[in-house]
């Protein structure tokens, strides 16, 4: 007996100390033949990476011993190829009972299992008892009789009305294999909906049964992305049936959208599935590469509370057509993009319409543009949302930018604009109207594209018909060359008569969007 508890004793020491750094991913269990991939870790220094089957929850110290045997464990270890992968298939052998096991290896030290259920023929007996239940009651009492096939009796005490719920709500007639998918998925939805296991450990142990590849999928997002999964699938687990992957795969796919920090992350990942979603890229397509460094840079912040693909693919669609329609001027080719990234403005913060005189805005104590701002809203010119938020950094809307600009220099007065896109109804058609009326706008193929951003250029073009001021001289932005032909004049005038002033890179950005800060500093500089 010694002997043979140092034999179990010293094959686990092997086990933990020489696959110190895997991750399993198990594929596919039929019988008793399992298939998974496993992987080490790129510091890893040895070749092969090894991982052991026993039975579920067991450990050194109560691993079954018997006749100098270890019962229902097998170790194995494969040699990895050179980016430290290895394909795992194997048949436990005859003398495994069926029942619950779990499949362990060790990444950088941490313990990482995998759940699998094992079953041969003489399961049928059960599997009989099971598909000739009529309600979830009856198959509970079935499960709880098992005679060929071992539960944890600990998990099944507290969840097997759940358990047996999800089951027989399923299907009714199962084969041993569908059976055991469907107890092992509804076992992982109970116990995450009851938070006994976290969103890791639910996708990492149920991993063979809940139809993704953890380690391609939700193993590669950063930290805000993954818990951002996590919530995303909470508000849905609660009602929700056994075929899982679908909905995993649409949930990861949302939150690696949402988690990425740069124009070039969210390129990347939003268009890889966007054309099988079939999202119409007419307008995508008809804009350079700085447009579309624009576009990309602005949906990163105006996606944070989409919860949906459709939510997410609305703000791409809305950013693409208003980059692709300008409705000032002519469509331009080239185009820059701004180093901002803008805060976005969540749906239910409306922007305050009737005039008004407050200026404490919350957002704006330490801004650069503060005394800019305040003075127009103690005119009444520009007005804040209705969280006492000035939101300085966000882009403004053209009907916004309209709207200032009317009210800023006297403009009223229009007859029917004519713009399809502009109705009766809306908040500010009015000013619309009278800037059409005034020649100040014109829109395009007869579209104002009233909620699309407006760029800088396009908004020295708005003020410049104001102001009709004149210029001497070209403006040394090193991006001069960028601005489209319709605004240079207008650019020109406003740098000159100190209106209107670049960055401190010594580029313009005519394409990028104008912030509502620099709306207010321009709009502000011309009534001095």
Excluded at 22 to 37: E, H, L, M, P, R
Excluded at 474 to 489: G, K, M, P, T
Aim: proline share 2%; glycine share 8%; aromatic share 10%.
């Amino acid at each position: 007996m010694k002997k043979s508890l140092a034999l179990c004793v010293g094959l686990l020491f092997v086990f933990s100390s020489y696959s110190a750094s895997a991750q399993i991913t198990v594929n596919k269990i039929s019988g008793k033949t399992v298939s998974a991939d496993i992987s080490v870790s790129p510091d890893y220094e040895r070749n092969f990476a090894a991982a052991v089957i026993m039975p579920y929850g067991a450990e050194k110290d109560n691993i079954k011993i018997e006749d100098g045997t270890i019962k229902n464990t097998f170790y194995i270890s494969k040699e990895t190829d050179e980016d430290g992968n290895a394909a795992l298939e194997f048949t436990l052998p005859d003398g495994f009972e069926n029942g619950q096991y779990m499949l362990v290896s060790y990444d950088n030290g941490k313990k990482c299992v995998s759940r699998i259920g094992i079953a041969d023929d003489s399961f049928d007996t059960d599997l009989a008892l099971i598909n000739s239940a009529k309600s979830a009651s009856e198959l509970k009492d079935a499960v709880e009789n098992f005679t060929n096939f071992n539960i944890d009796n600990e998990i099944f005490s507290t969840h097997g009305e759940k358990i047996c719920g999800y089951v027989f709500g399923e299907k009714t007639n199962y084969t041993k294999d569908e059976f055991i998918k469907a107890y092992f998925t509804a076992e992982a939805l109970s116990r995450y909906n009851a938070k006994e296991v976290p969103f890791y450990e639910f996708l990492t142990e149920y991993t063979a049964y809940l139809g993704v590849d953890y380690k391609n999928t939700f193993g590669t997002l950063p930290e805000n992305g993954f818990d951002a999964a996590d919530k995303l699938f909470s508000a849905k687990s609660q009602n929700i049936g056994l075929d899982l992957s679908e909905t995993l795969l649409n949930i990861f796919e949302i939150a690696e959208i949402k988690g990425c920090k740069t124009a070039e992350e969210i390129s990347k990942v939003y268009l890889a599935n966007a054309v099988s979603r079939k999202v119409d890229m007419t307008d995508f397509n008809k804009l350079d590469s700085y447009k579309k460094e624009s576009l990309f840079l602005e949906m990163i912040s105006k996606i944070s509370d989409s919860d949906t693909l459709s939510e997410i693919d609305g703000v791409f669609l809305s950013l693409a057509n208003g980059l692709a329609n300008p409705a000032d001027g002519k469509p331009s080719s080239g185009g820059g993009s701004s180093n901002r990234v803008s805060s976005g403005v969540s749906a239910n913060v409306q922007p305050i319409l009737p005039d008004s005189t407050k200026s404490d805005f919350s957002d704006i104590s330490e801004h650069w543009a503060k005394d800019y701002i305040k003075a127009l809203a103690g005119d009444g010119i520009i007005n804040g949302f209705s969280d006492n938020t000035f939101k300085p950094d966000n882009s403004i809307t053209r009907a916004e930018f309209t709207k200032i600009a009317c009210k800023a220099f006297g403009i009223n007065g229009g007859a029917d604009c004519g713009f399809s896109d502009v109705s009766a109804s809306d908040w500010f058609y009015e000013s619309v109207c009278s800037a059409k009326s005034a020649g100040i706008i014109t829109g395009y193929d007869g579209i104002f594209n009233p909620n699309g951003f407006i760029t800088r250029e396009d908004a020295s073009v708005m003020i410049n018909r104001i102001l009709n001021l004149s210029a001497d001289k070209n403006a040394l932005f090193s991006d001069a060359d960028e601005i489209s032909d319709y605004a240079v004049q207008a650019v020109n005038a406003l740098y000159e008569n100190k209106i209107l002033s670049g960055y401190s890179d010594s580029t313009f950005k005519p394409k990028g969007n104008i912030t509502r800060a620099e709306a207010a500093a321009v709009v502000a500089r011309t009534k001095k």
